[in-house]
């Protein structure tokens, strides 16, 4: 698996999510594969000389001229670091079958897969952690997700939950969120360039739904910029802490207690099913030793 911490969240650990291709299935895969190329940025001699290839016959299976070889397709994917998904769409544009399978989650041929990942964020506690799809919807979460959905409205928590959805709507987690205007403009940010490099209609039309969000207000300053050192039960907010944070933290009130975490995001590496390569599993590092305290007095 690829990791990667967030404060930031780099864009390659986040999930692989479905691309609209920017030209019609049924005008070739010349087309889809000159659309990628330029979104990745690079020149045909550049894809060339990463695919062994020569730059004319880049230009002449752009343009039609050429049939690539369905081990070209793939190669040629691979270099401008084609979602799964779409490397089959590029599959069938030049003629041939596609190549990855799209297995249901719930489909006994990944139950290996799927119970691996529930001991995952199970063995995380009483941390939070949580696994995604392509669209941000919550496929598993561990009780340390639960705990921070305390008070969420269940009109939130009809299934599918969706984490963009609980984070950032004015019933959801927003309102207990002290630094909401960072961290909603990071969250915001990190879909923006999903968007751009898969041009995905469905992320699109996700993120214009949370982007229109009226912005909750933060909860008034605590006398602590943390967890505090008493003991879970008390609202006691302890002694204010000057912490290096080394990513920008999410500092989320629970029970009169700001909590601050970190985020990382994993995703498999060289995956060979689509719903596989859509699945990323979100975990939260305490960042300060008051989180990590109170965390543990919390799961007893």
Do not use: C
Not at 106 to 116: F, I, K, N
């Amino acid at each position: 698996m690829t990791t990667a911490a967030s404060g930031t969240n780099a864009v390659p650990a986040v999930p692989a999510v479905p691309a609209v291709p920017a030209v019609p299935a049924d005008r070739g895969v010349g087309p889809l594969l000159r659309a990628w190329r330029e979104r990745r940025r690079m020149s045909q001699l550049e894809l060339a000389l990463s695919a062994d290839s020569s730059a004319r016959h880049i230009s002449f299976v752009e343009t039609g001229r050429s049939r690539p070889s369905e081990e070209m397709v793939l190669r040629l994917a691979e270099r401008l670091d084609v979602p799964v998904r779409e490397r089959n769409a590029l599959l069938l544009a030049a003629g041939y079958a596609p190549r990855y399978p799209q297995t249901p989650l719930d489909d006994p041929a990944l139950d290996t897969l799927r119970t691996g990942l529930e001991r995952l964020i199970r063995g995380y506690e009483p941390y939070p952690a949580l696994v995604m799809d392509a669209l941000y919807d919550v496929v598993a979460a561990n009780r340390g997700i639960a705990m921070l959905l305390d008070g969420v409205p269940e009109s939130l928590l009809t299934p599918p939950l969706n984490a963009m959805r609980l984070t950032l709507h004015p019933q959801g987690l927003a309102p207990r969120i002290h630094n909401l205007p960072e961290w909603r403009g990071h969250l915001l940010a990190q879909m923006e360039r999903q968007i751009a490099l898969y041009r995905s209609a469905p992320l699109r039309a996700l993120y214009d739904e949370v982007a229109a969000y009226p912005l909750a207000e933060s909860p008034p300053p605590t006398s602590s910029s943390s967890a505090g050192s008493s003991s879970a039960g008390s609202s006691s907010a302890g002694p204010a802490e000057d912490v290096p944070y080394f990513a920008l933290p999410m500092r989320i009130e629970h029970e009169g207690r700001v909590l601050s975490f970190i985020s990382s995001v994993s995703t498999f590496n060289t995956p060979m099913d689509v719903t596989v390569a859509e699945l990323a599993i979100e975990t939260f590092l305490p960042a300060d030793p008051a989180t990590v305290k109170y965390l543990h007095a919390a799961a007893g």
